[in-house]
């Protein structure tokens, strides 16, 4: 089971508040507090739609581009060991370290 749910590019993850008895949301990937709940599954999906819409739309309306939820750059610091391992090991597969990575990010996401 998945508590994952998307819409035109946009993805939340949906919990249970089980005081007040609602399925509720919030846009993940963007500084925008985006927000939706309802009682059902069915009423969910259509509040996680119209709160995409509906910021779409606000955006439109004021000027603002929307934000995407990622760019696909991504920065981050390893040990010197780990990026020696990584540039050898990508070398060796004939892939630029970028390639490489990129695959063995999809593979421990998908494992």
Known sequence: MTNIITYKGYAARVEYDDE?????????????????????????????????????????????????????????RVSPEIHRKAAIAAELAGKSLNQWAEEALSKAIHS
């Open 20 to 76: 007040d008895g609602i399925l509720f949301g919030q846009i993940a990937g963007i500084r925008d507090g985006v927000g939706f709940h309802a009682e059902s599954v069915e009423e969910l999906r259509t509040a996680f739609h119209e709160a995409v819409d509906d910021y779409l739309a606000t955006c439109a309306t004021i000027g603002k581009e929307p934000q995407k939820p990622y760019s696909g750059k991504m920065m981050f």
